[in-house]
């Protein structure tokens, strides 16, 4: 069974940083692996993707510039480096997994993990 822990949330100021970490037990090194975030009040939404060579990536233009998803030496973490953060990137970050492909949709994604809270102040 595919367990997914994130770690790394916190409160930052407005143009801060934070990387947040997605810690995968089961056989993950090939999975495709992306982080999606749901702020009060709205529906979840995708941010970032890693396919499970690592080769491809997708990112929402919201982030585009300013994060970044890689996968760890240890293939069954993967990152998500958040740059100059916004008051609007506040939301509960969700780690996810797939065995087979690469989406940009919730439901393509068969395990979850419990979310990081992450705050941006202005």
């Known amino acids: 069974q595919v367990q997914l822990v994130e770690s790394g949330g916190g409160l930052v100021q407005a143009g801060g940083s934070l990387r947040l970490a997605c810690a995968a037990s089961g056989r993950t090194t090939t999975y495709a692996m992306a982080w999606f975030r749901q702020a009060p009040g709205k529906e979840r939404e995708f941010v970032a993707a890693i396919s499970g060579s690592g080769r491809t990536t997708y990112y929402a233009d919201s982030v585009k510039g300013r994060f970044i998803i890689s996968r760890g030496n240890v293939k069954n973490t993967v990152y998500l480096q958040m740059n100059s953060l916004k008051p609007e990137d506040t939301a509960v970050y969700y780690c996810?997994?797939?065995?087979?492909?690469?989406?940009?949709?919730?439901?393509?994604?068969?395990?979850w993990g419990q979310g990081t809270q992450v705050t941006v102040s202005s």
């Open positions: 996810a997994a797939d065995a087979l492909n690469i989406g940009t949709m919730s439901r393509e994604y068969d395990y």
